[in-house]
């Protein structure tokens, strides 16, 4: 069972405009979001985190909004930039006994279009 | 500039035949993952070791699948015997480089397992 869910396989933005990436969990004792970022035959880089107490963390283009009663995060990028295109994961962790547990989403491949 | 390594990059192999796949964590990690790709689960995690002791590989098929820590730089991932459906790419992931980077995994470029 997905306990990170991202429903959107695929999302195409022209460039400079504003792209919005969902997830959705349904844990709700998880208390670190992350966002990472893959382009092809290559592993995934970290992008972007966030922790349970905030509800909004942002780094340059990219920002990250929690809303933890709907158990949702997203992850816009503005403006987008053709290198921006990838493939987005998200995830969340948890403290369980045996140290962190992280669970990844089926990401979203993102195509910016010149 | 540091990098968490893994070898073969590809692999392709019959079934029935046995597949290791390395990797090197960032030195200094003390928690390894190991993942697995695909297009239906995304990444699933199939073990991960802490200070070199296995913390939990309840998403490995324990048949076939083993996950070893022989020391602090190596980490391996066995498949014996392999089958078609475990065709994927693999990936290895570090962290707990320090206190406020503890929660990032850095990850290698994977493995891409053919099994025919």
């Known amino acids: ?114 | 500039d540091a990098r968490v390594t893994q070898t073969p990059r590809d692999k392709v192999t019959e079934m029935g035949q046995e597949v290791t796949m390395r990797c090197q964590p960032i030195l200094g990690h003390n928690t390894v993952f190991w993942y697995r790709q695909t297009m239906k689960q995304g990444l699933e995690l199939l073990a991960y070791f802490r200070n070199r002791a296995p913390l939990d590989d309840s998403g490995m098929p324990k048949d076939r699948f083993s996950a070893e820590m022989p020391d602090a730089t190596l980490a391996t991932l066995k498949i014996q015997p392999s089958e078609p459906r475990d065709s994927a790419v693999y990936f290895c992931a570090s962290s707990g480089g320090s206190r406020d980077d503890k929660e990032t995994q850095y990850f290698g470029p994977g493995t891409r397992l053919l099994v025919l």
């Open chain 1, 1 to 114: 069972d997905q306990q990170v869910k991202q429903n959107s396989p695929s999302l195409s933005v022209q460039e400079g405009r504003i792209s919005i990436l969902n997830c959705d969990y349904t844990n709700s004792m998880f208390d670190y979001f992350l966002w990472y970022k893959k382009y092809p035959a290559e592993g995934p880089t970290f992008l972007i985190s966030i922790s349970s107490i905030k509800d909004k963390n942002e780094d340059g283009r990219f920002t990250v909004f929690l809303n933890k009663s709907a158990k949702h995060l997203s992850l816009h990028i503005v403006p987008s930039q053709p290198g921006d295109s990838a493939v987005y994961f998200c995830a969340a962790s948890v403290i369980a006994n045996t140290g962190n547990q992280f669970y990844f989403g089926t990401g979203t491949s993102l195509t910016v279009i010149p």
